[in-house]
């Protein structure tokens, strides 16, 4: 495949219109912000969630005589082609999620990622106070914060079917306390957003020059409007809009970043097919895995989220059996002893395994530069597949499901099955990944909840 | 709550003038293409296709909740662009009044400035405002004048004054109230002032339009007509006759009652054998030009919505519900006498939303009926809890299957305030349809409301029983009148709120619960027409304000 460009779509408005529906431009740029061919592509981090608890039992690998050699569950024996690039870990502990305000669904979502508790609110859950959105930043924008700086996108989260709740049990990722960001469940629009409006390799022609520098004249004048307006305001309305402004910079200062061409980087096509309805929820999760692995081969961003459902999700996984006939949060209800339940709850944590082999594979099938030589996109990559519960019927938040992948860059030893104590925080793991994407980090989160890195990780 | 005479209202409201909290607010999505419709002059949907806000307490204006995420300032950046080049594209006459070659490019790039820039900013220019666009311009009209006035339009779409509406309000003097603030919202004491008269156009305008200032209130505004109680009354009036508060009203009713879902609704085709999604979109479409006919055509009371004898169908929905002499794809208002129908609750949208996909859910009927109309917030369920409902059965009832709800104590608690409501709609199926019979036993529709007031409190029989309680319930006037409230002023109600409170309620029973008395009433609340001077940030003035 060739190298390409895509064309923003502003260059071709012109003074004739708008344009719409553009092709892509196979270019003839020669390739762009050339990386020396023995250096090491970027470090990348992705967040996959899966909703309502596993059935823990099912997923526990059994340990082997090292922790290299263990032989993977039932659910997680679809990752047998990547047991070499991935870490189970067991014992982990979600401590934040047992305090604050929220039901059990809600504080595990919302400090699953952020290690900290929710903020009070306006949300009745099942029990506990009314609870608002997560209390801080997730791990994964801590770590865009790192090696987001340069792309075109900070991160980009993409949903499968999450619903529009506005709540917290919708959302996996957040900047700061209270200021998620919402995954696009249209794969069509992300596309659109993604590649169709964006440069892969030098800018070299004076259309998109110059759009470049009318938005910058734009941007300027926009961002010296919040100026004028501060003194105005009051300290609440203040902080809202510093927090607008911030994102206004955050633009400006990406104006000028584009993609770069390499092997894995490959003219998408326009995901097509039905997105609408719950028996589209398959195909909406493959085309925003494959979206979301080429922005990341063409470094249009290095921190993604693969959203499924959302906390006490409603999916029917009619495709995984068809006698399955109730909403996957109200099956995630029923007790232990419903053996017919327990199956096909099983079935559904097996077919997300599937989900989170076929993301794998496809980071492992862009070869890139790593530190050891050539490689693939995997080993430059950490994903974290997670969910908000640990046996959903139980509401427990320990022991939380964790399996990593990739090789972090060569900061992750892969192939393993680690068992830590029981009560370890998963606060340390979220130190951990901030350092593997080459952080320097000691907490995170709650520091209440923190003893630091997680130690032989 | 209690109802409150009108006596009683006056003195509370003597006794304070309390606003309450008002914070800047972001438009919505929708008010966001409102605005760009009546600015631009173009339609369009593109704020639709923006990331969905956070929901507070049902709604998703809450101003406090607003936030502007990395993607939508994003988002925000590419609307602009492309709204901005399909105006000087498509419209650039009625943008530009002046003529360049002749006046000038900079003679009317001025021009242009003060004069978009007032509408879209919703107030005259200040010198500094004008000056920054100015050089926005200024880089533009290097390419030509066209390409001036596309930046200066892309500015203003992203700049927080057009995005926000900031309230300083007027000037406090000597006379204007002061108040003690005790929640910690602001500096106590504290002013209270009225707004001016443009902060007041906007005000009036997003509340009952969800978007800008029209031309007449821009001329109020110029004039200073904006003051009064009566003045604004009078534009209120004015205002509700506009097809735009038919919009905003649609929408409150969308949030409200979740209208916007019910074209979604999917059903097990083996259970029910002739819905379709056709049929779930056409249900969407009945109960809303329900509900707006209730609200406009019939200026009907809050108790017309649970007792209109007549509905809206098409020929394909009349001959699902087996209503004859419907023909053609338009809706028709179509009696429902000789029907088991009445009101809203009866129609195919509820009844089949709030079921299961392959049977009724009376939990879901009651639930809905007791948040959305009672304003009684009920639990999720805990853990540990089975979220099934008893098997299906060939032989038994929905309600015999649902008896060990009642009977387990864990249940109960909950489910005695939701199931024994829901239970009463059980002549409908799950997908909308009369039944007398379940699994050849006669359907027992018998009901009880616990936990409400004396005209809903107790027995009943069936949905339209269940309806003419609700119409009359003090405690639905309420619920209605907070929800209300919060959507309108993109907020909570407070315990500074009494007054407002007060007033909404006596205004909407004066005139036996008319729905548009209610809309008027919004703009003659002491939270609509004054607010508390919030000393800025840095400002060193005393704890008053600047």
């Known amino acids: ?457 | 709550m209690s109802m409150l005479t009108p006596a009683q209202t006056a003195a509370l409201c003597a006794a304070t003038i309390d606003p309450g909290p008002a914070f800047v607010r972001r438009m919505t999505h929708l008010e966001y293409d409102n605005t760009i419709r009546d600015l631009l002059g173009t339609p369009t949907m593109v704020g639709e296709q923006f990331p969905p806000e956070e929901v507070r307490l049902g709604f998703d204006n809450n101003a406090a909740a607003l936030s502007v995420s990395p993607g939508l300032a994003e988002q925000y950046l590419d609307a602009a662009e492309t709204l901005a080049t399909a105006a000087v594209t498509t419209n650039m006459a009625s943008l530009v009044s002046c003529d360049p070659t002749t006046q000038g490019v900079d003679v009317c790039g001025q021009q242009f400035i003060a004069a978009f820039g007032q509408r879209a900013y919703r107030r005259p220019l200040s010198a500094a405002d004008a000056a920054l666009l100015k050089t926005v311009f200024d880089a533009g009209k290097a390419t030509d004048f066209t390409t001036g006035v596309r930046l200066v339009i892309e500015t203003i779409l992203q700049s927080p004054q057009f995005l926000y509406r900031v309230e300083v309000g007027r000037a406090p003097v000597a006379g204007d109230p002061s108040i003690a603030v005790t929640d910690g919202s602001a500096p106590n004491p504290t002013k209270v002032v009225r707004l001016d008269d443009w902060e007041m156009a906007s005000r009036l305008s997003y509340v009952l339009w969800g978007s800008m200032p029209d031309d007449q209130l821009f001329a109020a505004a110029a004039a200073g007509k904006l003051s009064t109680e009566v003045d604004i009354a009078a534009q209120a009036q004015r205002m509700l006759k506009d097809p735009k508060a038919h919009d905003m009203v649609a929408d409150f009713h969308n949030q409200w009652l979740g209208l916007d879902v019910i074209s979604t609704v999917e059903k097990d085709p083996t259970v029910f054998k002739t819905f379709t999604p056709t049929i779930a979109g056409l249900m969407e479409q009945e109960t809303k030009m329900f509900l707006d006919d209730v609200v406009w055509n019939e200026n009907g009371t809050l108790a017309t919505i649970f007792t209109a004898p007549y509905t809206f169908v098409n020929a394909p929905l009349a001959q699902y519900y087996g209503i004859a002499g419907v023909t053609g794809s338009a809706f028709v208002k179509t009696p429902l006498d000789g029907t088991p129908r009445l009101g809203m609750l009866t129609q195919g949208g509820f009844l089949s939303e709030q079921a299961k996909t392959n049977q009724t859910s009376p939990v879901h009927r009651g639930k809905f009926v007791r948040e959305q109309f009672l304003c009684q917030q009920l639990p999720q369920p805990p853990p540990n809890l089975q979220i099934v409902p008893p098997s299906l059965s060939p032989t038994l009832t929905t309600r015999q299957r649902f008896a060990q709800h009642s009977a387990a104590a864990a249940c109960a608690g909950c489910h005695s305030l939701m199931d024994p409501l829901g239970l009463g709609f059980e002549t409908f199926d799950g997908a909308g349809l009369y039944r007398a019979t379940e699994n050849g036993q006669p359907i027992d529709a018998s009901g009880q409301v616990a936990n409400a007031d004396a005209e809903l409190a107790g027995p009943f029989n069936g949905a339209v029983e269940l309806e003419k309680k609700l119409g009359g319930s003090s405690t639905v006037q309420a619920c209605l009148t907070t929800q209300w409230f919060r959507y309108a002023y993109g907020r909570s109600e407070t315990d500074a709120d009494s007054c407002s409170m007060a007033t909404l309620a006596t205004k909407f029973a004066a005139g036996g619960y008319k729905m548009q008395d209610l809309l008027a009433a919004l703009t003659q609340t002491k939270a609509f027409l004054y607010r508390r001077v919030t000393p800025a940030v840095g400002s060193t003035g005393s704890a008053g304000g600047p």
Not at chain 1, 288 to 296: E, T
């Open chain 1, 1 to 457: 495949m060739k190298p390409f460009r895509l064309s923003r779509r502003a260059v071709l408005r012109g003074a004739g219109g708008i344009a719409i529906g553009l092709p892509f431009l196979e270019i003839m740029s020669p390739p762009g912000r050339a990386r020396a061919a023995a250096s090491a592509a970027p470090k990348r981090y992705i967040n996959f969630f899966s909703p309502n608890g596993t059935i823990y039992p099912a997923w526990l690998p059994t340990a082997g005589t090292s922790p290299s050699s263990f032989t993977l569950s039932r659910i997680l024996a679809p990752l047998a082609p990547n047991q070499k690039d991935i870490v189970v870990l067991d014992g982990m502990t979600n401590v934040a999620a047992k305090n604050g305000p929220g039901d059990d669904h809600m504080r595990g979502m919302g400090s699953m990622l952020t290690g900290i508790e929710l903020v009070p609110g306006s949300t009745v859950g099942g029990s506990g106070t009314p609870a608002g959105l997560a209390g801080g930043i997730s791990v994964d924008q801590a770590i865009a914060n790192q090696i987001g700086k340069t792309t075109k996108f900070k991160s980009l989260e993409l949903g499968v079917q999450t619903g529009s709740a506005g709540t917290v049990w919708g959302y996996t990722s957040y900047t700061a306390a209270s200021q998620p960001l919402p995954p696009n469940n249209d794969p069509v629009a992300v596309f659109t957003r993604v590649f169709s409006d964006s440069q892969i390799g030098p800018v070299d022609n004076s259309a998109m020059l110059r759009l470049i520098a009318e938005r910058k004249s734009v941007l300027d004048a926009v961002i010296a409007n919040y100026a004028q307006l501060g003194p105005k305001l009051g300290a609440f309305d203040k902080s809202k809009l510093d927090a607008h402004l911030a994102n206004v910079r955050d633009l400006e200062t990406r104006l000028s970043a584009v993609g770069v061409t390499g092997a894995g980087c490959m003219k998408p096509a326009m995901p097509a097919g039905n997105f609408k309805g719950n028996a589209s929820f398959p195909a909406v999760g493959k085309a925003q895995m494959d979206l979301l692995v080429m922005a990341m081969a063409c470094d249009l961003t290095r921190v993604g989220t693969i959203q499924w459902e959302m906390s006490v999700g409603q999916a029917q996984f009619t495709w995984v059996d068809p006698t399955i006939n109730r909403g996957h949060h109200d099956m995630s209800h029923d007790g232990d002893s419903n053996a017919d339940t327990m199956e096909k709850l099983t079935k559904i944590n097996l077919w997300y395994a599937q989900q989170f082999n076929y993301l794998l594979t496809a980071l492992a099938a862009v070869p890139e530069p790593t530190a050891n030589g050539m490689g693939t996109m995997l080993d430059n990559t950490v994903v974290v597949w997670c969910n908000e519960l640990s046996k959903g019927n139980a509401h427990s938040h320990a022991p939380q499901p964790f399996v990593l992948a990739g090789g972090a860059g060569g900061a992750l030893q892969t192939g393993r099955f680690m068992q830590f104590a029981s009560s370890t925080p998963h606060n340390n793991l979220l130190v951990s990944l901030i350092n593997m994407m080459g952080g320097t980090a000691t907490t995170f989160g709650n520091p209440m909840y923190c003893t630091g890195p997680l130690s032989g990780l």
